[in-house]
Nanobody, 130 residues
Framework: QVRLVESGGGSVQAGGSLRLSCTAS??????????MAWFRQAPGNVREGVAA????????WYADSVKGRFTISRDNTKNTVYLQMDSLKPEDTAMYYC?????????????????????WGQGIQVTVSS
């Protein structure tokens, strides 16, 4: 069983930056977290994939709405994935969730409704004011 703990959320004005962190622990196998991703859900909206990183090949995916503003990265020595969020907009306001899975297939699905990750964090709030 993998435990994911997010940190770094908060409130910021439009144009500002935040960095989210997600640390994985209690994993028996490193490959349980081959794919690590960020999702978000705003009130009244469906959950959407924001970004993902696959360990093998250092591959990344981004939603069109965040391309050029958000950067996903990971530190395998710390079992941590980061989401650097710059040029934040009020529409980025949401609960952000970290997720992990061993599968490349899930990473490829992160921007679709078919994403079904094995492990999820509790979520962390990001609020961007205008």
């Amino acid at each position: 069983q993998v435990r994911l703990v997010e940190s770094g959320g908060g409130s910021v004005q439009a144009g500002g930056s935040l960095r989210l962190s997600c640390t994985a622990s209690e994993s028996t196998y490193d490959y349980d977290t081959n794919c690590m991703a960020w999702f978000r859900q705003a009130p009244g909206n469906v959950r959407e994939g924001v970004a993902a990183h696959y360990r093998g090949g250092d591959i990344t995916w981004y939603a069109d709405s965040v391309k050029g503003r958000f950067t996903i990265s990971r530190d395998n020595t710390k079992n941590t994935v980061y989401l650097q969020m710059d040029s934040l907009k009020p529409e980025d306001t949401a609960m952000y969730y970290c997720a992990a899975d061993l599968s490349l297939t899930q990473c490829r699905r992160v921007l679709t409704e078919g994403a079904d990750f094995d492990y999820w964090g509790q979520g962390i709030q990001v609020t961007v004011s205008s």
